[in-house]
């Protein structure tokens, strides 16, 4: 299966900032990984939040969107729901692609 | 000026804390105030924050809510509750929907806040609202200070009327304690008073150009007003050719005896240069003759609603106006009060000249020390 592709339109003038923003984005996907595999609900729900927060600050709203359901399923303890998301996340950083205009 | 004070920004330069655990968030929100013009600093924690804070304060806060440690909430509070710091705007960055967290942050004291995720519209419209408010702040600030300074210059020069530069400043600048200072009619105080005349103005009224006597008795009152100011002590009054000076008057001097007589032998030696140049030019012997004695006497203002004198009145000042009658050019007449505290001065020399002397509305004549000043 070919792996789904994701435009998104930046501002230019954040270009210089985005290799940095996405090279943190896939740490976090890790760190969000071992949080899982810990049990570790409360990180699950802080890197949840800070995901909601910065993404679509970037415009990246659909991470500001996955940030939202793993912050809610870290509340709710719903491991399926978040790994769900964990995967989508990865997904999606895999597929993406910055326009900047 | 305190720490804070210089650690103040340039006047016009606008700059910003980010305060955001989120390397990614605080980035990104340098870059947009960047944008504005705005010289912003990141600070990754509440510590740091307040750290810088103290360092130099910026004009602006843009806090986080949740970090490890302390809290945007805390940080804010902590602000607030600073004096120093508390004018600082605060700007806390919330979610949405996060209503606690507002509430919370109203209760901080926070001045604003910024939905995240952060759009950059918003960002910048509270931004430039904020620094237009900083600004007015700013200008406002500065017409105070002006007008502050206005009033001080203009308070000052009213002391200097009286006092000397030094006591004014000192007065102006809370560093005597004012109580009783400037008492009211009602009030006595034990001061020292100095009387000093011209002796010769008789003969300059008479062979002096009247146009040349007013800048001639400028010239007198100038190096007496000096001399009196020398040695702090307070001009009540200025008639004819005569000086009243007090010490221990507004404010306390425990030396006040000891002052009068320096400044009565600083009038004498201050005036000597122009009495040599009275004489040469217009033939006119001419000297200073003081006296000076102690007592307690009224302090006040006297005078119509339209038209008072800050002065005082007594015995004191009586005795010390008719000894100035009675010395002669060069002459300081002291008057037995005076004496009393004049003993580390004087001490009980036996070579000092005493003299007897009858005072108009003395029974008995009173025993005053001639101190004769030598003009270098």
Redesign the interface.
Same mark, same amino acid.
């Given at each position: 299966m070919s792996a789904e592709s994701f435009t998104v339109t930046i501002?230019k003038? @954040?270009e210089d @900032?985005i290799p #940095? %923003?996405l090279k943190?984005r896939r740490q976090e996907l890790e760190t969000l990984r071992s949080a899982l595999s810990a049990g570790d609900f409360e990180q699950l729900r802080?890197v949840g939040? !800070?995901m !909601?927060?910065?993404?679509?600050? %970037?415009g990246f709203g659909k991470i #500001?969107l996955l940030g939202k359901r793993i912050e809610d399923g870290a509340k709710g303890t719903d491991r399926a729901g978040i790994e769900a998301s964990i995967a989508e996340y990865d997904q999606y950083l895999a597929g993406l692609k910055v326009v900047y205009e | 000026m305190s720490d804070l004070a210089a650690g103040q920004a340039a006047q016009g330069e606008f700059r910003v804390l980010v305060v955001d655990d989120d390397a990614d968030m605080a980035t990104f929100l340098a870059h947009l105030l960047a944008g504005e013009g705005i010289r912003t600093e990141i600070a990754g924690d509440g510590s740091a924050a307040l750290a810088k804070i103290r360092l130099a304060p910026p004009d602006l806060v843009l806090c986080d809510v949740l970090m490890p440690g302390l809290s945007g909430f805390d940080i804010c509070k902590k602000l607030k509750d600073n004096a120093a710091t508390a004018l600082i705007p605060v700007v806390l960055l919330t979610a949405l929907e996060d209503h606690d967290s507002r509430v919370r942050g109203i209760e901080a004291g926070a001045d604003d806040f910024i939905a995240k995720p952060v759009r950059r519209e918003e960002l910048v419209a509270r931004v430039r609202t904020l620094r237009k408010l900083h600004q007015t702040r700013r200008e406002l600030e500065a017409r105070r200070e002006n007008e502050e300074r206005m009033q001080r210059e203009s308070l000052r020069r009213t002391f200097l009327r009286y006092i000397s530069p030094r006591v004014a400043d000192q007065l102006l600048d809370g560093r005597i304690d004012t109580t009783g200072a400037f008492r009211n009619l009602s009030d006595r105080a034990g001061v020292v008073a100095l009387f000093a005349d011209l002796r010769g103005f008789t003969h300059l009224s008479e062979t002096v150009p009247p146009s040349n006597v007013v800048p001639m008795l400028n010239a007198f009152f100038t190096e007496l007003t000096a001399a009196a100011h020398e040695h702090e002590g307070t001009v009540f009054s200025m008639a004819g050719d005569s000086l009243l000076v007090g010490f221990n008057v507004p404010v306390p001097q425990p030396d006040a005896a000891e002052r009068a007589v320096a400044a009565g032998r600083s009038m004498i030696r201050r005036f000597a240069p122009i009495a040599r140049h009275w004489l040469a030019r217009h033939g006119l012997a001419a000297g200073v003759g003081v006296g000076i004695e102690a007592g307690d006497v009224v302090v006040g203002n006297v005078g119509a609603p339209s038209f008072m004198s800050y002065t005082i009145i007594g015995d004191a000042v009586n005795v010390a106006a008719r000894l100035m009658q009675i010395a002669a050019a060069n002459e300081i007449l002291v008057g037995p009060r005076a004496l009393l505290s004049l003993g580390r001065l004087l001490g009980r020399s036996t070579a000092l000249d005493r003299r007897e002397v009858a005072l108009r509305g003395k029974a008995e004549p009173v025993q005053v020390v001639v101190l004769r000043v030598v003009p270098e």
């Open positions: 501002a003038d @954040l @900032l #940095t %923003y943190n802080q939040h !800070r !909601r927060g910065v993404g679509d600050s %970037y #500001t | -």
